[in-house]
């Protein structure tokens, strides 16, 4: 039998008296990153009994429009080519990727 490796990404949210995140720190010790600050946090974990998305979405109170606008492009232009590794769907990786530059051309974020 294979010796199993386990791996530990730790989020640690700091919260004012309205719960609501002041501060967002992540560990990640075999990526090298430790309790880094973070401005937003998107998670997704696929629930395979249930067949549904379960998602945690976070961002600070003085996390700025326009970063929340790159992070979110950003994000999906990351899904795009997740997407494309997990599926070889190189059709609908184009779609998509389409859709991310219309996205980024509409908010401005494109040079």
């Given at each position: 039998?294979?010796?199993?490796?386990?791996?530990?990404?730790?989020?640690?949210?700091?919260?004012?008296?309205?719960?609501?995140?002041?501060?967002?720190?992540?560990?990640?010790?075999?990526?090298?990153?430790?309790?880094?600050?973070?401005?937003?946090?998107m998670?997704?974990?696929?629930?395979?009994?249930?067949?549904?998305?379960?998602k945690?979405?976070?961002?600070?109170?003085?996390?700025?429009?326009?970063?929340?606008?790159?992070?979110?492009?950003?994000?999906?232009?990351?899904?795009?080519?997740?997407?494309?590794?997990?599926?070889?769907?190189?059709?609908?990786?184009?779609?998509?990727?389409?859709f991310?530059?219309?996205?980024?051309?509409?908010?401005?974020?494109?040079?």
């Amino acid at each position: 039998m294979a010796k199993t490796i386990q791996s530990k990404i730790e989020l640690n949210v700091e919260l004012d008296e309205n719960r609501v995140p002041e501060k967002l720190k992540w560990s990640a010790q075999d990526g090298g990153v430790n309790n880094e600050e973070a401005k937003a946090i998107m998670l997704s974990v696929w629930d395979g009994n249930a067949k549904e998305t379960l998602k945690i979405d976070l961002w600070t109170k003085d996390m700025p429009v326009d970063e929340m606008k790159q992070f979110f492009h950003q994000t999906l232009v990351t899904m795009s080519d997740t997407f494309l590794r997990a599926t070889q769907d190189e059709k609908m990786t184009a779609t998509m990727k389409d859709f991310c530059d219309y996205f980024a051309e509409k908010l401005e974020l494109k040079k």
